[in-house]
């Protein structure tokens, strides 16, 4: 693991970090109200919102992805209609647009609210992870397995790593191609996929910050999911999708990750009823809100607030007292 040098966060510059306010994060499953928590803490702090959703950074695509419209926002928010649909995006290009958005407010003494359910991104932005080269986009060798994955399936390219590097293997499930895929990117650059896991878990922070989760009991969310993709329906995601086809995005609004979009072009495309298009992105968003709570719960650092009943006014007020004990206890801990 390279280290990133010290100098490329204001926050570790000795004559400003007294004075630039750290990050506050607010992460959680989708439908849990993230979004606008963030916009309330915001304003209560003169801060600003930054995004750290992997899909909704695509223009377009906002009904389906929960995404804050701009007649709704009431502080400025970043990382929001960065590129347009199917466009290459990573964690590493996403890294280095949220640390020049957290640099740049560190300088105005301005405090930034990260706010998001994509956790990789999270870390990615926030901890001491230096991507390899292969993380980046327009890689001929991932551009060479995707091809073979379209020739010969995800088994056949699984067994193809099982045979060069066993270890990857055993941790990457045979179905699921993108990661088998960099596992090969990985092999390229001199490194492996099981190495790379293994390390993620001891990486350092790089950013000082303050996180929060919010908790909801499945049974709970599942419900919030059901009435929010009706919701989404009714202000038009049939026609958000039926706008992007037309303009040529159907590879960005097919990608497996693009939840709430293929199953509408399923519908739009006659393969299946619209009632049974909704009925599957219930239950794909409740899949990914529960791979969500399983990767927060790994991280030790994030206070956990109770979101069952949701209250947004208690829950920021929750969010600033703890942001005020905090400060107080480094301020008494910097004069001993």
């Known amino acids: 693991m390279i280290v990133i040098p010290v100098q490329t966060s204001i926050f570790h510059c000795s004559n400003t970090v007294s004075r630039a306010p750290k990050p506050i994060v607010i992460v959680g499953p989708t439908a849990s109200g993230k979004s606008n928590l963030a916009q309330t803490v915001a304003e209560l702090t003169q801060g600003e919102v930054l995004s750290a ?41 996403f890294q280095e647009y949220g640390r020049s958005i957290l640099d740049n407010a560190a300088r105005q003494s301005t405090r930034i609210i990260v706010c998001g359910g994509t956790g990789f991104y999270i870390r990615a932005l926030l901890d001491d992870f230096d991507f390899p080269s292969g993380e980046q986009v327009d890689n001929p060798v991932r551009d060479a397995y995707n091809q073979k994955l379209k020739e010969f399936g995800p088994k056949a390219i699984w067994d193809e790593l099982n045979r060069v590097d066993p270890e990857s293997a055993a941790v990457i499930h045979e179905n699921d191609s993108k990661r088998v895929v960099r596992a090969f990117e990985l092999l390229a650059d001199g490194t492996s996929y099981s190495k790379q896991k293994e390390a993620f878990a001891h990486i350092p922070p790089l950013y000082p910050a303050v996180y929060f989760g919010l908790r909801v009991d499945p049974a709970v969310l599942n419900e919030r999911i059901d009435k929010r993709v009706d919701s989404m329906v009714e202000q038009g995601l049939v026609d958000e999708v039926r706008s992007l086809l037309q303009k040529g995005f159907r590879n960005g609004l097919t990608a497996p990750q693009a939840i709430g979009y293929k199953e509408i072009v399923a519908y739009l495309d006659g393969d299946c009823s619209l009632e049974e298009a909704i009925l599957q992105i219930k239950i794909a968003t409740h899949r990914y809100a529960k791979r969500q709570r399983t990767w927060f719960r790994k991280d030790s650092r994030i206070h956990w607030l ?31």
């Open 53 to 93: 959703d992997s899909m909704q950074i695509y223009r377009g695509m906002d009904i389906g992805t929960g995404k804050v419209l701009t007649h709704e926002m009431r502080v400025p928010h970043h990382g929001l209609d960065l590129v347009d649909p199917g466009q290459p995006y990573s964690a590493a290009l």
């Open 306 to 336: 109770d979101a069952n009943e949701y209250d947004e006014t208690l829950l920021a007020s929750q969010i600033m007292r703890h942001l005020a004990d905090e400060e107080e206890w480094e301020r008494g801990s910097s004069r001993l």
